[in-house]
């Protein structure tokens, strides 16, 4: 017997339409800082109170980029002195992530998982890939980081 595999949420989540071709200008010259100083704080309310101390001390140090492409968004993140914190935006990357909108929400959500993404080239993930695979795992293990109903179907 074989078990149907559940179709992916593109089909249920309303793509997110690429912002004007104006305003996308705009927030590509943006300095990485602010939307970086943004994201921090959310993930050290969200994420940093379920993340164990000893996950925590492996991911410490480094730096990871994350691209938002469809809106030309750039973030710099670090855990530093056990929290998040925006990163430089010049100096080493450990890990580059990138996606558009709606794979980062199916992934915030669990309504899709990296490894489909990263087949499907929807993710691409560019460095380390020992810490690449050390943070995929840890956020698999703590599960979905935002909780809200699905769509209507």
Known sequence: MTTARPASLSASLPALPPPPAALRRLIARLQV???????????NRTL???LP????AALAGHTVEIEVRDFGVRLRLALRDGRFRSAPDRGPVT???AADAASYLRLLRGDEDAD????????????????????????????????WPSPPR
């Open 33 to 43: 800082q602010p939307p970086s100083l943004l994201l921090a704080a959310a993930l």
């Open 48 to 50: 940093r109170p379920r």
């Open 53 to 56: 101390d000893d996950a925590a």
């Open 95 to 97: 890990l580059r992530i």
């Open 116 to 147: 489909r993404l990263f087949f499907e080239r929807a993710l691409v993930m560019e460095g380390d890939t020992e810490y690449g695979l050390l943070l995929k795992n840890t956020l698999d293990a703590i599960g979905p980081l935002l909780r």
